[in-house]
């Protein structure tokens, strides 16, 4: 789930929309689509189909951050 937070949420979107909004305006569209498109299955779904319909796969999902990510950028870190 950090991956998801720090990367997608926070990283691609919420960063670079500070940093210049005119030119990532469509980091701000991804980031309003995803949160309203993730309270629509919470609501219509309910809190269990959420957590493992919606943030589950995420979670997953972002776990490349730990696998690849990080250790290419660490140089002294290396991947099995």
């Known amino acids: 789930m950090f991956g998801y937070l720090t990367l997608f949420i926070y990283w691609l979107n919420v960063k670079s929309y500070i940093e210049s909004p005119k030119k990532h305006f469509d980091s701000l569209l991804a980031l309003l689509l995803h949160l309203s498109v993730g309270s629509l299955v919470l609501y219509l779904y309910g809190p269990v189909i959420f957590i493992f319909g919606w943030c589950f796969p995420f979670f997953l999902a972002s776990q ?12 002294s870190c290396k991947v099995l």
């Open 64 to 75: 490349w951050v730990l696998i690849f990510f990080i250790p290419s950028t660490i140089s």
